[in-house]
């Protein structure tokens, strides 16, 4: 470890802390090392360089106040063999080409836009809850109601570039030059970049299809091909576009709500509570609508509750930084790999009390659920979206959707531990039993699911079957057959 570097784990010759970096669930042996070596410690794997920021006053300093400096992505060999010289917006370093995209994104889901995006939004979370209703046993798959390829697209792209991935390429340069026979992940990567192709450019078809025959459904796409020189963005870029939202968009939203649906059966006075309130502000004549979240206070603490107690990115995506760095006494050398710990920073006891329990009345008593006699100036509400400049852009449509789905769930069923079949004693849900790929979800897992009362089971049949005309817009335009003009 250079001598200006922050503090870390003792290295070894030539491989640095290579031997001991965790592969499995690695967050968690990040946080137990961001005790000992504070907020911003260092790694060495190999020659290779890697900060991790722990706290929410290091965010700030190491990346929110360094936007020009801290917004890259570090170079990922697994991501090269997949996407070539196409790009997609998460994994592109910063440059001209992230901020032609990005500038689209942040047109296309601003806080206004997404209001144009709410009657597909009400429709699916109308769909989710009529799911639940008439199937309750699946719920765990309803809320993942995703294009297969897709799924399938996300899988083989997290096992290539995940920490742990099969094999080590990202950590052992060596492994790069074993020729095809010996290395399975090189044909695995063209089988993504296939299936991402295929896919893509497909959807974008479909897209161009309905601009061209005056069929538009209001997708943002649309918008996209509308301005395209403006963007400055061509075929192959928009179409990636494309996939890069479906993947950053879908598994995030439903592994959330999963933890959601969770929470809520294990905490079964957090979910009572806030039932109560949600009585008493829709009551049961009418159905949820996203302007209620305002009057809801202690569902908006149980929202935030969750994202803090099961990060859905518990180390966000890496950033690098383009030039050296001096924090404090230290230099972070250029092209450093740079982790947000989001677990770390939600579980950090000089900010959170009790930091490992579910308490959302931690955020009734301070807006950003910190214990009292913490000084709040520059903290965020939502280090579970990253930092700086590479912020998710995704936030208020994942926000749409969670608060439209929670207080669905919330309305109309009553969420439950399972009980044992032979001695009707409940069975726990293990929050700690959770898959990190892209994303970290539960393991599935049981849930006694019911309707709240008959009547609201009524609506909810009543509201599905109006949702039929947003949904008729959209059908058959999220799967593409092999006739597409794709190459
Ligand atoms: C619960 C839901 C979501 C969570 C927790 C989440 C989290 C994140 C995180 C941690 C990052 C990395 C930020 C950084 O590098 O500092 C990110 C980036 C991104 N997210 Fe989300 N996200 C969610 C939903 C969405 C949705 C719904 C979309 C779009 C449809 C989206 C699109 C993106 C994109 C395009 C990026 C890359 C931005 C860039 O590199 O400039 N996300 N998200």
Same mark, same amino acid.
């Given at each position: 470890?250079?001598?200006?570097?922050?503090?870390?784990?003792? =290295?070894?010759?030539?491989?640095?802390?290579?031997?001991?970096?965790?592969?499995?669930?690695?967050?968690?042996?990040? =946080?137990?090392? &961001?005790?000992?070596?504070?907020?911003?410690?260092?790694?060495?794997?190999?020659?290779?360089?890697?900060?991790?920021?722990?706290? %929410?006053?290091?965010?700030?300093?190491?990346?929110?106040?360094?936007?020009?400096?801290?917004?890259?992505?570090?170079?990922?060999?697994?991501?090269?063999?997949?996407?070539?010289?196409?790009?997609?917006?998460?994994?592109?370093?910063?440059?001209?080409?992230?901020?032609?995209?990005?500038?689209?994104?942040?047109?296309?889901?601003?806080?206004?836009? /997404?209001?144009?995006?709410?009657?597909?939004?009400? @429709?699916?979370? =109308?769909?989710?809850?009529?799911?639940?209703?008439?199937?309750?046993?699946?719920?765990?798959?309803?809320?993942?109601?995703? *294009?297969?390829?897709?799924?399938?697209?996300?899988?083989?792209?997290?096992?290539?570039?995940?920490?742990?991935?099969?094999? %080590?390429?990202?950590?052992?340069?060596?492994?790069?030059?074993?020729?095809?026979?010996? @290395? %399975?992940?090189?044909?695995?990567?063209?089988?993504?970049?296939?299936?991402?192709?295929?896919?893509?450019?497909?959807?974008?078809?479909?897209?161009?299809?309905?601009?061209?025959?005056?069929?538009?459904?209001?997708?943002?796409?649309?918008?996209?091909?509308?301005?395209?020189?403006?963007?400055?963005?061509?075929?192959?870029?928009? &179409?990636?576009?494309?996939?890069?939202?479906? *993947? &950053?968009?879908?598994?995030?939203?439903?592994?959330?709500?999963?933890?959601?649906?969770?929470?809520?059966?294990?905490?079964?006075?957090?979910?009572?509570?806030?039932?109560?309130?949600?009585?008493?502000?829709?009551?049961?004549?009418?159905?949820? #609508?996203?302007?209620?979240?305002?009057?809801? %206070?202690?569902?908006?603490?149980?929202?935030?509750?969750?994202?803090?107690?099961?990060?859905?990115?518990?180390?966000?995506?890496?950033?690098?930084?383009?030039?050296?760095?001096?924090?404090?006494?230290?230099?972070?050398?250029?092209?450093?790999?740079?982790?947000?710990?989001?677990?770390?920073?939600?579980?950090?006891?000089?900010?959170?009390?009790?930091?490992?329990?579910?308490?959302?009345?931690?955020?009734?008593?301070?807006?950003?659920?910190?214990?009292?006699?913490?000084?709040?100036?520059?903290?965020?509400?939502?280090?579970?979206?990253?930092?700086?400049?590479?912020?998710?852009?995704?936030?208020?449509?994942?926000?749409?959707?969670?608060?439209?789905?929670?207080?669905?769930?919330?309305?109309?069923?009553?969420?439950?531990?399972?009980?044992?079949?032979?001695?009707?004693?409940?069975?726990?849900?293990?929050?700690?039993?959770?898959?990190?790929?892209?994303?970290?979800?539960?393991?599935?897992? #049981? /849930?006694?699911?019911?309707?709240?009362?008959?009547?609201?089971?009524?609506?909810?049949? @009543?509201?599905?079957?109006?949702?039929?005309?947003?949904? @008729?817009?959209?059908?058959?335009? =999220?799967?593409?057959?092999?006739?597409?003009?794709?190459?």
């Amino acid at each position: 470890r250079e001598q200006d570097l922050p503090p870390g784990p003792p =290295t070894v010759a030539i491989i640095g802390n290579l031997d001991i970096f965790p592969t499995v669930h690695p967050y968690l042996k990040l =946080t137990e090392w &961001a005790k000992a070596y504070g907020d911003i410690y260092s790694l060495k794997l190999g020659p290779k360089t890697v900060v991790v920021v722990s706290s %929410p006053r290091a965010v700030r300093e190491c990346i929110d106040l360094r936007g020009s400096t801290m917004s890259g992505r570090p170079y990922m060999y697994g991501v090269e063999l997949i996407y070539g010289d196409a790009v997609d917006l998460v994994l592109v370093d910063y440059g001209p080409t992230w901020k032609a995209l990005r500038r689209t994104v942040r047109d296309a889901l601003s806080g206004e836009a /997404c209001m144009r995006h709410l009657p597909i939004q009400h @429709a699916e979370a =109308t769909q989710l809850m009529y799911d639940f209703l008439e199937n309750p046993q699946n719920f765990y798959t309803h809320i993942y109601s995703i *294009v297969e390829d897709i799924d399938n697209d996300m899988r083989l792209i997290g096992d290539l570039v995940k920490p742990g991935g099969t094999p %080590p390429i990202e950590l052992i340069p060596i492994l790069r030059y074993i020729p095809e026979r010996w @290395a %399975p992940w090189k044909a695995q990567a063209r089988e993504v970049r296939a299936l991402q192709r295929r896919l893509y450019f497909g959807l974008l078809d479909l897209c161009i299809d309905r601009v061209d025959n005056e069929k538009r459904n209001g997708c943002f796409i649309e918008d996209v091909l509308d301005h395209q020189e403006e963007y400055g963005l061509d075929y192959e870029k928009i &179409a990636y576009l494309i996939g890069t939202l479906m *993947v &950053a968009g879908a598994d995030t939203t439903a592994v959330y709500l999963r933890f959601f649906v969770a929470c809520m059966a294990t905490y079964s006075d957090v979910q009572a509570r806030a039932q109560q309130e949600i009585d008493s502000v829709i009551g049961s004549s009418r159905t949820p #609508e996203v302007d209620d979240i305002d009057s809801l %206070p202690f569902l908006k603490a149980v929202i935030n509750e969750v994202h803090r107690f099961r990060p859905t990115a518990p180390l966000a995506i890496p950033h690098t930084n383009t030039v050296d760095e001096r924090i404090g006494n230290f230099v972070i050398p250029k092209d450093s790999t740079i982790l947000l710990n989001v677990w770390g920073i939600y579980r950090h006891e000089d900010y959170f009390e009790n930091p490992n329990e579910f308490l959302p009345d931690r955020y009734m008593r301070s807006e950003y659920g910190t214990k009292p006699g913490v000084d709040t100036t520059g903290l965020r509400n939502d280090y579970g979206f990253g930092a700086g400049r590479r912020i998710c852009p995704g936030m208020h449509l994942a926000n749409n959707s969670i608060i439209l789905n929670v207080m669905n769930f919330l309305w109309a069923f009553n969420f439950n531990v399972p009980k044992d079949s032979v001695t009707g004693e409940p069975i726990a849900i293990d929050l700690d039993n959770n898959t990190l790929d892209l994303t970290l979800g539960p393991n599935p897992y #049981e /849930c006694d699911i019911k309707p709240r009362s008959e009547a609201k089971a009524n609506m909810i049949r @009543a509201r599905f079957a109006a949702a039929g005309s947003t949904f @008729a817009l959209f059908d058959n335009q =999220t799967t593409v057959n092999e006739t597409s003009k794709s190459k």
